[in-house]
């Protein structure tokens, strides 16, 4: 979830004090007209780990923005007159009216996120709690507000640095004491809390996740993020009305925030999850043969150890067009007996298939005890190929990622291991493969028209995979990614994360 | 929550017997226009107390429709094959595709409601559970399917009755075991951890509780719900296709099942909850005052132990017009000290709380610790006048059930005594009260021509008193209904059922 906020990304003085000045027009511009339509309240929540820049964000909106029009809350430990209400009642009072901007550092996720942490509440006791923020959440969207939410994310690595920087410096040095390096020392801890409060959260108003390391790019897609989506409900507004709708009526809408594109006119720097991949990374044929042949023996003790012990395996496979998915699947097949998994293709849903909700299809493939099933593209064609294609709506497949996230939960939940594959091929890589395909006379039925228009739409592509990986993707169901330029490595590399999660399963 | 449910309804059988034919007709066209369409999926829930009739309604509604586009999908306890999967998989694999009706009996509500009764899990466990039957009704929904859940319910003794009558009858003693017993002497339990269920599960897809003591009434109000709830919704999508709008698109709206009116044209017994009230309840006037007195000096007393012990108080009151809200809060208040309590007049919103979501105006309101603050209307005005006057859309009041409950929760989770007044009187009574107003100079002011246009939708507002006293009364936060023709009478009680509450909350 968090890989892809620890991407290096970064913006230059000279870049961010042009779109800066931009960027400071317009959002004072849709304050104005938020204020004079008395719109909608917009509820800008900020958390993530310390040392993200969650203050020093807010001190930049409040800076660019209009201050009269804007509220900035902030909460500790509850006062005494706090103490005696319902936890609520402090955030209730400081809703902004319609036309506010209410921005909420520390607010209603903190106080469960460090309960979990420290161990204080169990995991059923924090899904109870998250229950409570999505009905508060809901209420006020349901309600018409705009709810925007901003996860500022540093890499364990990148917050040592930051800690060390501020307490460096002498006018700095206060802000950092014990308990900060003790969070430090609980960052794994805090990410598994974060991504369960995440995933739990975002079913209607989803998490924007923002690389916390560069304040100028932090600043930039932050404000970005908010201009964007408000005008995009200022717009929806304007249509609503334009029907003849009552406001009251512009409730029960999902919000998507329209986050900073990858390949947007934001000029945001264009940084993927591919870009901390090693594409150059190669295997000689005479390794390979004998590392497969190791792998390949691993596997199958291990997957005989995961039949007798009634443990179930997914393997689920994504990539690009040519990225090598049947190789790979056909070398891990070989290590298994027939009897004991099956590979089910995902291609076009049959009528039956057409005529049910399209996890429908996934569920019935599972399963009995103990067998191995591989998926050979997923569920995750809502959001990739049905979502770049435009075949499912903008709501639809926005609400898939939360969707997955449930029924992989119940996967995992039941004592799955489950893992899922990105087969990753540069673009130059692929037009090889493309023409070898092409000029093969036994491999040209694998090449089809839809190929080459699909690698037109790369880039849109490149930004469904970066989504998916950053809101499927957590330290319990990873996305493992693979490398995939050269057949040999990307074959075993698969072949070895199956035997490892295998292994950690059984307890090996 | 259940009170609704035991009024005794019945329907004769000639009546039955007419509009049973009807009934027929019209669900198999709707069948017709489902399947033709394809249109959606039909998901129908069966739950409620043994002997509630789950299984006959079921078997009637095979009987009426047609079956060759209807699936009945009973759960005992998992199958080997079942046990491993995911506890869902067994759900999925019998959904309903587009076009269809599934019936399912004892479904995925109720293995977490026995594990609750039996206290083999917690009340955050249960909510997880909960939780979990949210996700995956409101992923049907958003996907266009129509959910449908019928809580069929029976009184501990109407209960006790039904289980009787089947052991007398030779034919059908089979079906009573010692479970079923066991069960019966547990109803209370029961009663709670489905009111825990209901509520939590009603937001997106609400429950209809159904009186089971009749099986004329019973079926004629289950397959009149069905009928109503299915044109509604085939009309919905006709109206989303003229618009031009993809089907695809038909989701993320609140269904809202069409039930079965007190005074629609369905001719079903016309019961309110009124009807269980005796409004003839009377008391003398020395002894009004001899009580008084005493009750007053028992509250006194109480409340100062409930400030010592900084526990809140609030005391809502909703009623008719003229029902005597007014003259009982001073009966209250007098027993109380000025500066430990508040009145809260509940009138037309300011512009101030007309900018913030509905709830806003109630959460400033509440006390610090150990004060009472009385509310003189509230925040049931949502689906009481709103509701009736039109002021506010469907989709909103019926949400607010929901969110009502939500609210309660958290005041009540947090040590609060709330208690809920519904003070009723006749209409003979209201009138005569109205004409005694305008007759006297000094009372002239508290009758408007607004009380007058609210008598004429008197039926209205019994419909939506018994619909709020349905779903927001619980064995938790009841309503205290408080027969109020005899005004010595209803300030007496309002004054016992405050001390009540207090000396049970206070441990006395």
């Given at each position: 979830m968090f890989r892809t906020a620890e991407l290096g990304?970064?913006?230059?003085?000279?870049?961010?004090?042009?779109?800066?000045?931009?960027?400071?027009?317009?959002?004072?511009?849709?304050?104005?007209?938020?204020?004079?339509?008395?719109?909608?309240?917009?509820?800008?929540?900020?958390?993530?780990?310390?040392?993200?820049?969650?203050g020093a964000t807010v001190n930049t909106l409040n800076d660019w923005m209009d201050p009269r029009w804007l509220m900035t809350r902030a909460y500790g430990s509850?006062?005494?007159?706090?103490?005696?209400?319902?936890?609520?009642?402090?955030?209730?009072?400081?809703?902004?009216?319609?036309?506010?901007?209410?921005?909420?550092?520390?607010?209603?996720?903190?106080?469960?996120?460090?309960?979990?942490?420290?161990?204080?509440?169990?995991?059923?006791?924090?899904?109870?709690?998250?229950?409570?923020?999505?009905?508060?959440?809901?209420?006020?969207?349901?309600?018409?507000?705009?709810?925007?939410?901003?996860?500022?994310?540093?890499?364990?690595k990148a917050q040592k640095r930051r800690l060390e920087q501020l307490q460096k410096?002498?006018?700095?040095?206060?802000?950092?004491?014990?308990?900060?390096?003790?969070?430090?020392?609980?960052?794994?801890?805090?990410?598994?809390?974060?991504?369960?409060?995440?995933?739990?959260t975002s079913h209607r108003s989803p998490w924007s996740i923002i690389e916390g390391t560069d304040p100028n790019y932090r600043n930039l897609a932050v404000a970005t993020t908010?201009?964007?989506?408000?005008?995009?409900?200022?717009?929806?507004?304007?249509?609503?009305?334009?029907?003849?709708?009552?406001?009251?009526?512009?409730?029960?809408?999902?919000?998507?925030?329209?986050?900073?594109?990858?390949?947007?006119?934001?000029e945001l720097p264009k940084k993927s999850i591919f870009s901390i991949l090693d594409?150059?990374?190669k295997v000689k044929k005479s390794e390979y043969k004998k590392q497969l042949e190791k792998l390949q023996g691993r596997l199958h003790l291990l997957h005989r150890k995961a039949l007798a012990r009634g443990i179930s395996t997914i393997l689920l496979f994504e990539g690009q067009d040519a990225?090598?998915?049947?190789?790979?699947?056909?070398?891990?097949?070989?290590?298994?007996?027939?009897?004991?998994?099956?590979?089910?293709?995902?291609?076009?849903?049959?009528?039956e298939e057409r005529a049910h909700h399209y996890l429908w299809r996934f569920w019935r493939?599972?399963?009995?005890?103990?067998?191995?099933?591989?998926?050979?593209?997923?569920?995750?064609?809502?959001?990739?190929?049905?979502r770049v294609e435009g075949l499912t709506s903008e709501q639809a497949w926005t609400r898939a990622y939360a969707e997955i996230n449930d029924f992989e939960e119940q996967l995992v939940e039941h004592g799955i291991v489950l893992v899922k594959y990105w087969l990753q091929i540069g673009k130059d890589e692929q037009l090889a493969r493309f023409r070898e395909r092409q000029n093969t006379p036994y491999k040209r039925w694998k090449l089809t028209d839809e190929d080459w228009r699909n690698r037109e739409k790369w880039d849109a592509y490149e930004q469904a995979v970066n989504d998916m990986v950053e809101r499927t993707g957590?330290?319990?169901?990873?996305?493992?990614?693979?490398?995939?330029?050269?057949?040999?490595?990307?074959?075993?590399?698969?072949?070895?994360?199956?035997?490892?999660?295998?292994?950690?399963?059984?307890?090996?």
């Amino acid at each position: 979830m968090f890989r892809t906020a620890e991407l290096g990304r970064k913006v230059g003085n000279r870049t961010y004090r042009e779109k800066k000045n931009r960027l400071r027009q317009e959002l004072l511009e849709l304050q104005r007209l938020l204020r004079e339509q008395s719109a909608f309240p917009v509820v800008v929540v900020f958390a993530g780990v310390d040392g993200g820049g969650k203050g020093a964000t807010v001190n930049t909106l409040n800076d660019w923005m209009d201050p009269r029009w804007l509220m900035t809350r902030a909460y500790g430990s509850p006062s005494g007159e706090e103490r005696e209400r319902p936890e609520y009642w402090r955030f209730w009072r400081d809703l902004p009216p319609k036309g506010r901007v209410g921005l909420f550092l520390d607010s209603w996720y903190s106080s469960s996120l460090l309960d979990r942490v420290h161990n204080r509440i169990n995991d059923a006791e924090f899904d109870r709690k998250l229950e409570r923020v999505t009905a508060f959440e809901d209420a006020l969207a349901d309600d018409g507000a705009l709810i925007l939410k901003f996860w500022m994310h540093l890499g364990k690595k990148a917050q040592k640095r930051r800690l060390e920087q501020l307490q460096k410096d002498p006018l700095l040095s206060w802000r950092v004491n014990e308990m900060d390096w003790q969070h430090w020392r609980m960052h794994h801890d805090f990410v598994a809390a974060a991504e369960r409060a995440i995933t739990h959260t975002s079913h209607r108003s989803p998490w924007s996740i923002i690389e916390g390391t560069d304040p100028n790019y932090r600043n930039l897609a932050v404000a970005t993020t908010i201009r964007n989506t408000m005008t995009a409900h200022l717009d929806r507004l304007d249509r609503h009305r334009n029907d003849g709708l009552p406001h009251s009526d512009m409730d029960g809408a999902q919000m998507v925030p329209e986050t900073v594109g990858l390949n947007g006119a934001d000029e945001l720097p264009k940084k993927s999850i591919f870009s901390i991949l090693d594409m150059s990374l190669k295997v000689k044929k005479s390794e390979y043969k004998k590392q497969l042949e190791k792998l390949q023996g691993r596997l199958h003790l291990l997957h005989r150890k995961a039949l007798a012990r009634g443990i179930s395996t997914i393997l689920l496979f994504e990539g690009q067009d040519a990225a090598g998915k049947g190789g790979a699947i056909r070398r891990v097949t070989r290590a298994m007996e027939a009897r004991n998994y099956q590979v089910i293709p995902v291609a076009e849903p049959t009528d039956e298939e057409r005529a049910h909700h399209y996890l429908w299809r996934f569920w019935r493939h599972l399963s009995r005890a103990g067998k191995v099933t591989i998926f050979d593209r997923s569920w995750y064609g809502r959001v990739l190929v049905e979502r770049v294609e435009g075949l499912t709506s903008e709501q639809a497949w926005t609400r898939a990622y939360a969707e997955i996230n449930d029924f992989e939960e119940q996967l995992v939940e039941h004592g799955i291991v489950l893992v899922k594959y990105w087969l990753q091929i540069g673009k130059d890589e692929q037009l090889a493969r493309f023409r070898e395909r092409q000029n093969t006379p036994y491999k040209r039925w694998k090449l089809t028209d839809e190929d080459w228009r699909n690698r037109e739409k790369w880039d849109a592509y490149e930004q469904a995979v970066n989504d998916m990986v950053e809101r499927t993707g957590t330290s319990r169901v990873p996305w493992e990614l693979i490398e995939g330029n050269d057949k040999r490595y990307a074959r075993l590399k698969v072949l070895r994360v199956a035997c490892e999660r295998l292994e950690h399963a059984l307890g090996d």
